[in-house]
């Protein structure tokens, strides 16, 4: 059977027994100072006490320690566990998440394209596909012409070919945003009155030396002077650069001839470009019109192109309220006529 007695108390008795025993034992021998025994053993006791009560701090402290050591493992030990299965957890949601995103991400754009309409979708492509291309054009410009520090005739060749292509996309892009707004009938026409010699003179400026260094001919046949007709200039011009550039594509190398010019037919004004080049067979001429269609052969294909500048050039001229139309034998040249009423 265990007593327990409280500390406070055993400390008293402690103190009462000590001086009891010291005062009798001084009482029979009478050999000290009664007060100077009392003291040292009244000192003496209270030091025990404290001993007793400081060692029992020391065991309690010590006990704390062990078991907060105790605690420590195991919350180690389930903190690596909770970790691990956190680590595990986390990956799984992870990949949760990210199938999720993926599939938020179909969805919505299966959702963004459901609400956007078609057109509008391919307007906004276009839109982000071009606006790259300016500050890309706009740096080769600058490296060109040494803005931002001299450059050695390798560097400028480079980034030559780094222009030449960004301006191809650029053309790619405005034709398909052209083709686009012709469907939509959005092409927007800005009608004023033409000087036919003024317009047949930059032609002939502009393509003379291109045409001069590939050894071509090229001839212009306006139909009279001082002739004004009232028209759309650049969408006109537009027409003719999609049909002089294809006539530059198919004429013999060094022998190539292309003819332009205007004429007046039953109360129509006829315009036409003319080349002397590979020719276009008849079966191949009832689909020359559509949006990118090419004719395949192995003399075409080394030549560029997406088959839209005859589309583009066939809804220009209708919408100018004319009509377009091709002539050729298949071997010895095309002709391209655009027919507007006088
Ligand atoms: P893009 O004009 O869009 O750069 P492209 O020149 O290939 O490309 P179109 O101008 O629409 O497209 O011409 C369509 C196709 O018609 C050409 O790929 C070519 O095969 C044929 N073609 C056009 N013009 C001539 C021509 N003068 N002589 C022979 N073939 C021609
Ligand atoms: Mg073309």
Known sequence: MKFLINKKVAVGLIIICGI??????????????????????????????FFILNQEAIIKKNKEKEQLERTDATAKEQLKFTDATAKEQLDLTDATA????KFTDATALSEKLKGVAKDEFS???????????????????????????????????????IEKNAKRLETLITDIMDVRKIDLDQLK??????????????????YRKILE??????????????LVIK?????????????????????????????T??????????????????????????NLFQKFYQIDTSERRSVGGTGLG?????????????????????????????KFPL
């Open 20 to 49: 009891i025993i010291v005062n009798v034992y001084v009482a029979f021998t009478n050999l000290l100072n009664f007060s100077f025994i009392s003291s040292v053993v009244i000192i003496g006791v209270i030091l025990l006490v």
């Open 98 to 101: 990210k199938e999720q995103l």
């Open 123 to 161: 307007a906004m492509i276009t839109h982000e596909l071009n606006t790259p291309l300016v500050p890309i054009i706009g740096y080769c410009k600058m490296l060109k012409t040494s803005m931002l520090g001299r450059i050695d005739q390798e560097q400028l060749e480079a980034i030559e070919v």
């Open 189 to 206: 026409f800005k009608i004023d009155a033409l000087s036919l010699d003024e317009f047949f003179s930059n032609l002939n400026s502009d």
């Open 213 to 226: 260094n590939k050894k071509c001919q090229f001839i212009i046949n306006p139909y009279a002077k001082n």
């Open 231 to 259: 028209t759309d200039k650049s969408r006109l011009r537009q027409v003719f650069d999609n049909l002089i550039s294809n006539a530059i594509k198919f004429v013999p190398e060094n022998k190539g001839k292309i003819e």
């Open 261 to 286: 010019g205007c004429m007046k037919e039953n109360n129509k004004l006829v315009f036409y470009v003319k080349d002397n080049g590979i020719g276009i067979l008849q079966e191949k001429q009832k």
């Open 310 to 338: 005859l589309a583009i050039s066939k809804g220009i001229v209708e919408k100018l309220g004319g009509t377009i139309s091709v002539e050729s034998d298949g071997k010895t040249g095309t002709t391209f006529y655009m």
